[in-house]
């Protein structure tokens, strides 16, 4: 008995630590500026955000996905026009080479009805002269002091 209580607390605490080692860890003045966007609102003037940590909604991400970048892929996440318009918004994202596996899991059904959220930075490309977001993860834990814990 004693052994299973030490083998449970050993993989809980693993778990902890892996959990924090892939998180990002946001500040709570941060955290509690963090706006929170759908994609039509957000692709309209995506290069005035540039900088902004962002919360965005959306239904599915695009089928293509390129290696832009040594650790960098550029993909895109999408929603339908609002109710009764027909057409589909989108906005660009970058995806870390280690959080491609998370983000391929994402559903790529256009007639996906279910809201999904990803938080990421707003940044600008002057190379390419694009604005994308690059995505840090979809799950956020807020602890009691404000801060956030943002994975995959």
Known sequence: MKKTSSLIVVFVCVGTISLLAESM?????????VQTY????????????TGELVDVKFN??????HHTKPNWY?????????SGKKGFSDVRVMIAKKDLPAFKSITT?????????V????SWDSE??????RLIGRN???DPSGNALISW
């Open 128 to 133: 390419s002269n694009f604005s994308f977001v």
């Open 140 to 142: 956020a834990i807020v």
């Open 119 to 122: 938080y990421g930075r707003v």
């Open 38 to 49: 759908e994609v039509q609102t957000l692709s309209k003037n995506l290069k005035s955000h």
């Open 25 to 33: 860890r946001i500040d709570a003045k941060t955290w509690h500026g």
């Open 60 to 65: 599915f991400r695009g089928k293509d996905i």
């Open 109 to 117: 059904d256009a007639a996906s009805s279910a809201e999904i959220t």
């Open 74 to 82: 550029e993909g895109s996440i999408w929603q339908p026009g609002p």
